[in-house]
């Protein structure tokens, strides 16, 4: 806690409220008790300038454009981290040991199997439902599942084997959703492969094919899945903390966050860049257009990929999946005309006055679906990459929201601006 303070003054009364100061300097006025002193409440409308919580786990700097989990720098973690490792750095604050990690993965192997009843629910689906439908219900499912084990306040052995759960069965649960989706058999998990390989094996081999699991391919997955596991306080992570907070147990919690990252301003980008692409490449590959209609506050079309609510230079993320993109098609001897597109767009984008003015840049998203194409992930499934790449980040909000002293159920305020009291009136007079 600072010592400094910031006053407020309406009405003609001044009242003083806290200054806090983050491991980065960061501040923040703490106006927890400004209704209570003066009958106000703040007005900040998708939250763009409001702390919900202290929190230990990502630094980012938008300006800088700087991304740390738990102090390492994101571009450090990416090369040189496995996905595991990153998971338990995150769930857990620090790099595990030999010990640790090798004991962390194998609950994940243990885990990695869902209950053979909930096959069924599968069957209920049309073969048409999107995988984040199918995510977000499975995910909360598996509560039903466990009745022993105390999900909404579990001791630290019980959290232990919730977050592997989590983890593991979050990749059989979406690998079994697309095999759902093409009317394939499910493929089990296998205890003889790592985290990713495992994942492409239950998505592409089937009892007539096998899948040649190739390195670079599981090298840029990796990186993806690093990339995404944690941003702070963003929409999906915000919803986890939210429901947590209400002390909803931990699978519920998550599910939620799998439903806020499906829309498109968040974790659905990645689906819509694609779309936005193509169209531009069926189009004859007019990238000014697209451009146009994004500037054209008459209309509510968005470039899909660009722009950030806390990043206002290059988005660290997309930086690394851009290089990412170029080396894994230059080895697997693909040719995608959308990363031209792409990579023209981006070139006018970092030019156009529009864009330079609001600092809007490509985001995490703008590339990953090149990758995900690549790598032979259906447009459905990229937003489920990110749901499975953003696991650990929204478990270790869930355990730090319920480990932290005060903290209180969320539950904003609003300003009603609706009509003034009136009596009711009855149909037939109306
Ligand atoms: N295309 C055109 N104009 C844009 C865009 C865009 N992609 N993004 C922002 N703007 C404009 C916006 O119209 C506004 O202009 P003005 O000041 O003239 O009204 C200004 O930039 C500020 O935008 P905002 O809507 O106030 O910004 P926000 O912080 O509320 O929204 C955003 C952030 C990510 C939702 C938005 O930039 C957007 O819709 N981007 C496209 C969707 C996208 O790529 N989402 C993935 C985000 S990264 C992954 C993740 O975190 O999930």
Redesign the pocket.
């Known amino acids: 806690m600072d010592q400094s303070s910031a006053k407020f003054i309406v009405d003609g009364n001044a009242y003083d409220l806290p200054v806090i100061t983050g491991t980065e300097g960061e501040k923040g006025v703490d106006i927890s008790k400004l209704r209570a002193q003066s009958n106000y409440v703040t007005f900040d409308q998708?939250f763009?300038n409001t702390s919900n919580c202290l929190s230990s786990i990502t630094f980012l700097d938008g300006e800088q454009g700087v991304l740390r989990y738990r102090g390492y720098p994101i571009e450090q973690l990416a090369e040189r981290s496995s996905f595991l490792e990153t998971a338990y750095l995150l769930i857990y604050g620090e790099l595990p040991n030999a010990e640790q990690l090798r004991s962390f993965s194998e609950a994940f192997t243990e885990n990695s199997m869902i209950h053979e009843d909930m096959k069924n629910l599968f069957n209920g689906y049309p073969s048409t439902a999107h995988p984040m439908a199918i995510l977000a219900s499975m995910v909360c499912s598996l509560e039903a599942y466990y009745p022993d084990i105390d999900t909404m306040n579990p001791n630290p052995e019980e959290f232990d084997q919730i977050a592997a759960q989590l983890m593991s069965k979050i990749r059989t649960i979406a690998a079994f959703a697309y095999k759902k989706s093409i009317g394939e058999p499910f493929v089990y998990p296998r205890h003889d492969l790592e985290y990713v390989p495992n994942f492409l094996n239950m998505m592409f081999s089937s009892p007539t094919r096998a899948y040649k699991i190739y390195d670079e391919v599981v090298k840029a997955v990796k990186v993806l899945l690093i990339l995404h596991a944690d941003?702070e306080q963003?929409?999906s992570t915000s919803t986890v903390r939210l429901v947590g907070s209400a002390q909803s147990n931990l699978f519920a919690s998550i599910s939620s966050g799998i439903c806020a990252l499906w829309g498109?301003?968040?974790?659905g980008?990645n689906e819509a860049v694609i779309d936005m692409l193509e169209a531009i490449h069926k189009g004859g590959g007019d990238v000014d257009h697209c451009l146009e209609r994004?500037?054209d506050?008459t209309n509510p079309f968005?470039?899909?990929?660009?722009?950030?609510?806390v990043y206002k230079s290059y988005d660290p993320r997309a930086k690394i999946i851009k290089e990412c993109a170029h080396d894994l098609l230059a080895k697997l001897g693909i040719h995608d005309p959308l990363l031209d597109i792409a990579m023209r767009l981006e070139e006018k984008v970092l030019k156009d006055s529009y864009f330079v003015d609001?600092n809007?840049y490509p985001?995490?998203?703008f590339y990953s679906g090149i990758i995900y194409k690549a790598v032979g992930i259906p447009r459905n499934m990229f937003t489920v990459m990110f749901a499975i790449g953003r696991m650990p980040g929204w478990i270790a909000h869930w355990r730090e929201m319920k480990d932290s002293p005060g903290t209180r159920i969320g539950r904003p305020r609003q300003i009603y601006v609706g009509p003034h009291k009136r009596d009711y009136v009855p149909i037939n007079k109306r």
């Open positions: 998708g763009g941003h963003n929409c498109p301003l968040h974790g980008a994004a500037k506050k968005r470039l899909m990929g660009v722009g950030h609510r609001r809007l985001n995490v998203d």
